[in-house]
T-cell receptor
Framework: DTGVSQDPRHKITKRGQNVTFRCDPI?????LYWYRQTLGQGPEFLTY????????KSRLLSDRFSAERPKGSFSTLEIQRTEQGDSAMYLC??????????????FGEGSRLTVL | DQQVKQNSPSLSVQEGRISILNCDYT??????FLWYKKYPAEGPTFLIS?????DKNEDGRFTVFLNKSAKHLSLHIVPSQPGDSAVYFC????????????FGEGTQLTVNP
């Protein structure tokens, strides 16, 4: 198992363009999370899925953001009409909902978005 | 509102000495607390956690202390090593929230040889 993988690692785009990030979680994990991290801040929760169901979305997730996990495996995060304020590191994490709760998440290396 | 707060952006210690990183929280519904370590260009990696029913958890050189009445937790690293130099994030979660973590701002630890 290679852990959580994210693609692309770095994306530079012009304001107004659409971008899509992909996350492949650890294979047996049924929960998948998206976080955003800006410079000098900790990761901020955006949304999470249990299997293919999107169970919670943060107020940070404006209507320009959409996330999917169509078959309960990989997930995509799309940002439409990007703005300079969207520049950040987008982190994906996964976990296994299990009887013994630990709260531990496994993070990918992130996808860095730069909006010019 | 910042529910998890790390008031020290940076900490510098000498190799072999103790590093103490602090974290405060405001949400009394949090029932699990975790510390993550992050190196540049990598995602955060889990370090140690503690349940709200405990006040101490130890794993090798790392010990986390929880003071529920003060809504405060700390991470002790002893002895500190240069490889411990990284950003440390405190995080908290509620089991009913599906393991959603709320993170602090992070503390940059530098361990000098």
């Amino acid at each position: 198992d290679t852990g959580v993988s994210q693609d692309p690692r770095h994306k530079i785009t012009k304001r107004g363009q659409n971008v899509t990030f992909r996350c492949d979680p650890i294979s047996e994990h049924n929960r998948l999370y998206w976080y955003r991290q800006t410079l000098g801040q900790g990761p901020e929760f955006l949304t999470y899925f249990q299997n293919e169901a999107q169970l919670e979305k943060s107020r940070l997730l404006s209507d320009r953001f959409s996330a999917e996990r169509p078959k309960g495996s990989f997930s995509t995060l799309e940002i439409q009409r990007t703005e300079q304020g969207d520049s950040a590191m987008y982190l994906c994490a996964s976990s296994l909902a299990a009887r013994r709760y630990t709260g531990e998440l496994f993070f990918g290396e992130g996808s860095r978005l730069t909006v010019l | 509102d910042q529910q998890v707060k790390q008031n020290s952006p940076s900490l510098s210690v000498q190799e072999g000495r103790i590093s103490i990183l602090n974290c405060d929280y405001t949400n009394s519904m949090f029932d699990y607390f975790l510390w993550y370590k992050k190196y540049p260009a990598e995602g955060p990696t889990f370090l140690i956690s503690i349940s709200s029913i405990k006040d101490k958890n130890e794993d090798g050189r790392f010990t986390v202390f929880l003071n529920k009445s003060a809504k405060h937790l700390s991470l002790h690293i002893v002895p500190s090593q240069p490889g411990d130099s990284a950003v440390y994030f405190c995080a908290a979660s509620e089991e009913t929230s599906g393991s959603r973590l709320t993170f602090g701002e992070g503390t940059q630890l530098t361990v000098n040889p």
